[in-house]
């Protein structure tokens, strides 16, 4: 994969290939499905090389709209039918989005791991 990092405005998406991290940085809060795309498009790519794991570190984002908390659902969502690939989010307790909606997505995905800082 070429491509590591996805910047916007507000935000920075690093992929650390070696340790198979994906981290988010910043506020998100794009305008829909379309818009989030290249994100989305970016985390399936790291998918098809069938790691054992993928971490998604979110603890330093501060804000995600809807727009984006359905994207990461739909990214947990894919992992039903993924059986090669565990699914771990690393989350904080101090960035208030983050304790409410991570929850959700260990019920669209039971097999998930939520480690809180």
């Known amino acids: 994969m070429d491509v590591t990092e996805i910047k916007g405005d507000d935000y920075t998406i690093e992929y650390d290939p070696e340790s198979v991290i994906i981290k988010f940085d910043g506020e998100l ?4 499905p379309k818009d989030y795309k290249p994100i989305t ?9 069938k790691p054992e794991k993928i971490t998604l570190d979110v603890r330093k984002l501060n804000f995600l709209n809807s727009s984006g908390i359905s994207m990461l ?3 947990a969502i894919s ?3 993924n059986e090669d690939t565990d699914l771990i989010v690393l989350g904080s ?5 983050q304790n409410k909606s991570l929850k959700n997505l260990e019920k669209l995905l039971p097999k998930l791991q939520l480690i809180y800082d």
Do not use: H, Q, Y
């Not at 307790?93 to 989005?97: E, L, R, T």
């Open 73 to 75: 659902s739909k990214f």
């Open 29 to 32: 809060a794009l305008g829909g």
């Open 41 to 49: 498009d970016f985390m399936n790519t790291i998918v098809e090389e």
């Open 93 to 97: 307790k101090k960035v208030p989005w």
């Open 79 to 81: 992992f039903r039918r």
